[in-house]
């Protein structure tokens, strides 16, 4: 069973440019989540997608917007890059919508230089 | 506003000895618990859960234990091996929140032969 797939694996960028990041979940997974880590910060939640809709959005400022297609696949986009947002961008995937007994499956992520 | 915290950001460990990754939360609402292993350019894997309603669980080598009222949890892996070298993350959800988890800053585990 095919894993989690993110694309581009790695991707520079200059400043003020946008961005759009691709991720494909478990086949039969329903749930989309997107996490930033950046050095020393762990992973901070972006947003999560369920059936198409956007079910929960952390603390990030509106440039960072998402969406999921009918097959589950997500993307999610930044737009006006700034150099704080060079960061490693992981997609998680799993099969219900309710955390509890659940496990998410993150892929390998997609690096983000802006420069 | 950090709701889960990993204090110790690296660990050194003998192989074969018992190596222990602490985690502490603040938000009494959280009732599922997760530890995730990530190695350098991948993402992170899945070793082991646990739920509120429990205060340990097992799986090979990781045990994870929970103590609701110091709302701490650990990680312990025994023996360890030095194909353990990674950094380890827990996470915290609440039943609330969807799949939205809530992750430490991580550990740095380095077993060494």
């Known amino acids: 069973k095919a894993g989690v797939t993110q694309t581009p694996r790695y991707l520079i960028k200059t400043r003020g440019q946008q961005v759009t990041l691709s991720c494909s979940p478990i086949?039969?997974?329903?749930?989309v989540s997107w996490y930033q880590q950046t050095p020393g910060q762990g992973l901070q939640f972006l947003f999560e997608?369920?059936?198409?809709?956007?079910?929960n959005k952390g603390n990030f400022p509106g440039r960072f917007s998402g969406r999921q297609f009918s097959n589950s696949r997500s993307e999610m986009n930044v737009s006006t890059l700034e150099l704080g947002d060079s960061a490693l961008y992981l997609c998680?995937?799993?099969?219900?919508?309710?955390?509890?007994?659940?496990?998410?499956?993150f892929g390998e992520g997609s690096w983000l230089t802006v420069v | 506003d950090q709701q889960v915290k990993q204090n110790s950001p690296s660990l050194s460990v003998q192989e074969g000895r018992i190596s222990i990754l602490n985690c502490d939360y603040t938000?009494?609402?959280?009732?599922?618990f997760l530890w995730y292993k990530k190695y350098p350019a991948e993402g992170p894997t899945f070793l082991i859960s646990?739920?509120?309603?429990?205060d340990k669980n097992e799986d090979g080598r990781f045990t994870v234990f929970l103590n609701k009222s110091a709302k701490h949890l650990s990680l312990h892996i025994v023996p360890s091996q030095p194909g353990d070298s990674a950094v380890y993350f827990c996470?915290?959800?609440?039943?609330?929140?969807?799949?939205?988890?809530?992750f430490g800053t991580g550990t740095s585990l380095t077993v060494i032969p």
């Open positions: 998680a995937s799993s099969l219900t919508g309710i955390s509890s007994g659940n496990t998410i499956y």
């Open positions: 086949s039969g997974h329903r749930s």
């Open positions: 997608y369920f059936s198409e809709t956007q079910r």
């Open positions: 938000n009494s609402m959280f009732d599922y």
């Open positions: 646990i739920s509120s309603i429990k």
């Open positions: 996470a915290a959800s609440h039943t609330n929140t969807g799949n939205q988890f809530y």
